[in-house]
């Protein structure tokens, strides 16, 4: 009995070996032939072996061709060099034909602006075309006494290289925003200023750049503005604390006398952001660039306004964004306080319109 049952232990043992062995050689994917199949190797991986060592061997012998290896190395480097030379040419014959459509551009647009002085001013030409647009807020003007030129000079990149300042220095009055220079930018942006428009973190630090301006307009947004305003006007610097509020260091004196300040009725404010509601599909509680308010502001003073250096471009984030610095235009695209497009879309409406004058031709 105990020898049964060990014959019959060691079947199942050799059994269950069987099942493992034959579980193995599935999983492997090994394929057994018959042994009187002409001599064939049992093992297909022997076959497999054989195939990757004749791939191996085409391999190396295309490697290894000189021949080969040098219509190889030549089309590469025939490749490297036009991926390098060829933009590069196309480059600059683009910049070549830029150039001349520039010149072209700011001759007419020179042309246009010596048409318009040489003109009689229009007595009342804003205010009737605004009145048969709607297109802007109507603000109390200051009607009367002799018909009166506006510019409104902005400081976009726009006004770079166009020798407008002479032009621009024949107005009656001449408009600027905050910090925007004068000195070192004359034959651009001219070298006279009416009304600069402000806020207490933009006025000018130089004190030339107050030569030859008649008036210093503050916007005020919150009471410490007019502290500030109080310190300047009376000679004593404000205290250290109260500095401490302003998002931007501000100056301590400005060289004006005491009746050369003014404060900007917020009513225009206000009333330039209700005009761009009406451009906004989703009405959005941004606040109005300086510029614009002080085109609004222009158009309630002025018998005829022109507007220099407006036009942001966005689809050419490398342009300057400013006349007179580097910072590039893809800078304004991280603001969220302005929105650019809607006050766009406002001004060259007021261009179309022919209530305005656009002297860079960006709008």
């Excluded at 391999?59 to 490297?80: A, T």
């Excluded at 006007?233 to 301590?252: N, P, Q, T, Y």
Aim: some cysteine.
């Amino acid at each position: 009995m105990r020898s049964i049952r060990t014959n019959r232990n060691c079947q199942d043992y050799i059994y269950e070996l069987r099942g493992q062995t034959l579980s193995a050689m599935v999983a492997l994917k090994l394929g057994v032939k018959d042994p009187e199949d002409n001599g064939l190797p049992v093992l297909a991986r022997d076959t497999e072996q054989a195939a990757g060592i004749n791939s191996k061997t085409e391999s190396r012998k295309f490697f290894i061709s000189r021949e080969r290896n040098l219509w190889l190395s030549l089309i590469l480097l025939l490749g490297c060099y036009s991926a390098v030379l060829f933009p590069a040419f196309l480059a600059k014959e683009q910049l070549v034909w830029d150039n001349g459509s520039a010149q072209n551009r700011d001759t007419v647009l020179l042309n246009r602006s010596a048409a318009f002085l040489s003109r009689a001013c229009r007595l009342g030409w804003c205010g009737e075309r605004l009145r048969a647009t709607a297109l802007c807020p109507r603000l109390p003007g200051f009607g009367g006494g002799a018909c009166s030129r506006c510019v409104v000079v902005g400081s976009g990149g726009v006004l770079q290289g166009r020798g407008l300042g002479a032009h621009i220095d024949q107005y009656d009055i001449i408009i600027r925003m905050n910090n925007a220079p004068v000195y070192g930018f004359e034959r651009d942006a001219g070298s006279r200023t009416t009304i600069r428009l402000m806020y207490p973190e933009g006025a000018p630090r130089s004190y030339r750049e107050y030569r030859n301006t008649s008036l210093v307009v503050l916007v005020v947004f919150k009471g410490l503005d007019l502290d500030w305003l109080a310190s300047v006007v009376s000679k004593e610097r404000l205290d250290w604390w109260s500095k401490l509020w302003f998002w931007r260091e501000v100056v301590d004196s400005i060289p004006l006398q005491p009746e050369n300040f003014r404060i900007l009725n917020p009513e225009i404010i206000l009333q330039t952001g209700l005009a761009l509601q009406a451009y906004t599909k989703q009405p959005r509680q941004t606040m109005p660039t300086l510029g614009t308010s002080a085109v609004v502001m222009a158009l309630q003073l002025c018998d005829e306004v022109s507007l220099a250096g407006f036009g942001y471009d966005l689809t050419r984030p490398d342009a300057p964004l400013h006349y007179y610095e580097s910072l590039h235009m893809d800078a304004m695209r991280s603001q969220v306080v302005h929105d650019i497009s809607v006050e766009k879309l406002f001004l060259r409406e007021l261009v179309m319109a022919q209530v305005v004058n656009d002297l860079t031709g960006a709008l």
